[in-house]
C-alpha cells in the first residue's frame, strides 16, 4: 500500500506538529511507499481565494495521487486540507484518513460552516488519528458513539538513541555553569517557544515566594517567540534581588539545548489553554525524561499522555500559581525526589516513546 503524507506543517517549518510528521516520513516501515506533499513552496494555498484556500491543493492533490499511485491519504490538517481529500473520495473513492492534534481540531468547529464540513470529512475518513488522548475524547464527545472505532491514539515520540545530553560529554554544561555562576545553585528550566500558553509567565509569579523557600533557586528562561517583551515586562517588574536569579538564554543551538537539560535540576513548562489554543502533547517533557530530569507541567491539553503524574513528573492545574508554586518548592527543595521522578522518568521515555517504536504502531494499525 503506498501512503501519502499530505500537510502543511513540515521541516524546515519549525514546530512539535512538523517534527511529528518528519518522524512519520523518516521511519515509515516501507519507507519507498511513503511520501510528502507539503506547503513549504506555497503551492498547495491560496491567499487570493478566502473561502476556496484550498482548491490549489485539490489539483496537487489528485495529479500527485495518479503519478505516484497512491492509496491511502494521510491528511495532517483537517481544515482546509480535509476537504480536497474528501472530494476526491467522493470522486473516485480515495481513501484518507485524518490526523489531530489539538488546535486545529478545534479551530475546525469555530464556526457551523466549519462544523458540517469537519464532520463530513472525519464521517468519510478511514481513521482518525489523534496525537493524543485529549482530542481523541474531543472527538467522541462532539460527533458520539459512530467514530469510536475509526479512533487511533498515535502518541509524538524521539529517537531516543544519540539525544542524551550525557553523550555531548561534560564541557558544554560545565561551560554554561561556570558562565552563569550556577555552581551550588538549583536550576530550574524552561524551554521552548515563548507563548502566553507555555505559562511562563505564572512561573514569574510565582518565583519570588519560590526563591523564599528555596534560597539557592535560579531560574533559566530559554527560547524565543512572540510574547518575549511580555515576560521580560513582567522580569523586570521583579524587585532586583529576584530579577537577578532569573536569566534568558534566548536562542539555544542544539548544543545549547542538549547542555541545558543536562545541567539543569528539573524542567517546568505549566501550559494552559488560551483562547482554544492547548499543549498537544509537549514532546519537551520527554527530552527532560530523556536526560534524566522531572517535569512540572500543566494538566491541559495533552499533557497527560507525556507526563505521568507522580511517575515522571507533576501535573499541576496551569491556571492555579499555588499549585506551580507548590510543585517548585517540592522539587527545589528534595534532592531525592527529583532523582527519583528524573530516573523513573527517562526508564518511561525508553519504554514507551521510541519514536520508530510508535511509528511502526501506527503502520501497522493503518496497514
Do not use: Q
Not at 19 to 35: G, R, S, V
Not at 67 to 93: D, E, Q, R, T
Not at 209 to 222: F, G, N, Q, R, S
Not at 344 to 356: I, P, Q, S
Amino acid at each position: 500500500m503506498r501512503f501519502l503524507l499530505f500537510t502543511l506543517e513540515y521541516p524546515p517549518f519549525k514546530g512539535g506538529v512538523a517534527d511529528y510528521y518528519e518522524k512519520i516520513a523518516e521511519h515509515w516501515p516501507e519507507k519507498e511507499n511513503i511520501f510528502v506533499l507539503n506547503n513549504n513552496k506555497g503551492r498547495l494555498i491560496s491567499r487570493a481565494l478566502p473561502f476556496f484556500k484550498w482548491l490549489p491543493s485539490l489539483w496537487r492533490l489528485a495529479i500527485f495521487c495518479k503519478a505516484k499511485k497512491i492509496n491511502h491519504v494521510l491528511v495532517g490538517n483537517i481544515l482546509p486540507l480535509g476537504i480536497p481529500a474528501y472530494v476526491l473520495h467522493k470522486i473516485f473513492s480515495l481513501k484518507y484518513s485524518v490526523i489531530l492534534h489539538g488546535l486545529d481540531y478545534n479551530f475546525a468547529f469555530k464556526t457551523e460552516r466549519k462544523s458540517f464540513i469537519t464532520r463530513r470529512i472525519l464521517a468519510s475518513a478511514e481513521k482518525i488519528i489523534c496525537a493524543n488522548s485529549y482530542v481523541a475524547g474531543l472527538v467522541l464527545e462532539e460527533n458520539g458513539g459512530p467514530l469510536k472505532e475509526k479512533i487511533i491514539v498515535s502518541n509524538p515520540g524521539i529517537i531516543v538513541t544519540g539525544f542524551n545530553p550525557l553523550e555531548i560529554g561534560p564541557d558544554p554544561a560545565e561551560k554554561i555553569r561556570e558562565e552563569y555562576n550556577l555552581k551550588g545553585k538549583t536550576v530550574m528550566l524552561s524551554l521552548g517557544r515563548l507563548v502566553k500558553r507555555k505559562g511562563v509567565d505564572y512561573v514569574l509569579k510565582i518565583f519570588p515566594k519560590a526563591l523564599e523557600a528555596a534560597p539557592d533557586l535560579v531560574y533559566i528562561i530559554a527560547g524565543v517567540g512572540p510574547d518575549e517583551s511580555y515576560l521580560k515586562d513582567k522580569w523586570l517588574a521583579l524587585p532586583d534581588k529576584v530579577r537577578d536569579r532569573i536569566v534568558f538564554a534566548g536562542k539555544l543551538s542544539n548544543e545549547e539545548k542538549l547542555a541545558w537539560l543536562s545541567l539543569c535540576d528539573f524542567f517546568i513548562m505549566p501550559s494552559r489553554k488560551i483562547n482554544g489554543d492547548v499543549e498537544g502533547f509537549g514532546i519537551v517533557y520527554l527530552e527532560a525524561n530523556l536526560a534524566g530530569k522531572p517535569v512540572i507541567a500543566g494538566d491541559s491539553g495533552g499533557v497527560r499522555d507525556a507526563v505521568a503524574d507522580g511517575v515522571s513528573g507533576l501535573l499541576v492545574n496551569p491556571d492555579e500559581k499555588r499549585e506551580i508554586l507548590a510543585a517548585v518548592i517540592k522539587l527545589a527543595k528534595d534532592g531525592e525526589f527529583r532523582k527519583e521522578l528524573g530516573e523513573a522518568g527517562k526508564r518511561r521515555v525508553l519504554d514507551e516513546f521510541d519514536a520508530r517504536k510508535l511509528v511502526y504502531k501506527l503502520y501497522e494499525a493503518l496497514k
